[in-house]
């Protein structure tokens, strides 16, 4: 029975050991996160200043950007692939987000609509409307999306109302990066 006690108290101090080891690794593992995200951002922000008033678009994709929401937009961030092809630009305005694709992308293509929509963009709107039912915010400030596609699916736009604050913007820019990645590589092949 000591021999046994002894075991038992051997390997709680070995989980007690492992569970301290990994949480330092976790919190290590989330700076590094951290850094690599604002490295990130740093790199795909462009300001608006320095756009040209004219950005190439797939010709399938009438995809104009008026003038207007050049000047208007906040900040403008440039959402690239792996081997530095532009993807997408994402608009920023002072309660909406506008995010134009610079290639064909499909609604169809995953993992667009099971992560982005379903994970990402739903689950925000979920958040928010929990906050409308708890009297939190109004309504017409929660967090709303719209996705504009033609009759074959091809992405024109998306349009994201009541966005939030940086935290979710950043969100949104790193998961919107990685979807479009995938989806880059499924409409390639």
Known sequence: MEEYVRKLAEAKA????????????????????????????EKSFIPASTLSRQ?????DIEAEI?????????????????????????????NKLIIKPSMIFHSN???FQAFFIKKILEGYKRRDM??????????KEAFNYQI???EKGV????RIMN??????????????????????????S
């Open 109 to 111: 293509t995953p993992p």
């Open 66 to 94: 008026p003038v207007e929401d050049l000047q208007e937009a906040k900040q403008i961030y440039t959402i690239t692939s792996r081997t530095g092809e532009e993807l997408a630009k994402i608009y920023v305005y002072d």
């Open 130 to 139: 929990n906050r409308v039912a708890s009297g939190e915010i109004l309504e």
């Open 148 to 150: 504009m596609e033609d």
């Open 55 to 59: 950005t190439v678009y797939p010709k």
């Open 163 to 188: 966005y939030g604050d940086k935290q979710r913007l950043d969100e949104i820019r790193s998961a919107l990066r990685w979807t479009l990645n995938k989806m880059l590589v499924r409409e390639s």
């Open 14 to 41: 070995y989980i007690e050991r492992r569970i301290k080891e990994i949480e330092n690794e976790l919190e290590l593992l989330k700076i590094i996160l951290i850094l690599i995200n604002q490295a990130l951002s």
């Open 155 to 158: 992405i024109h736009e998306i």
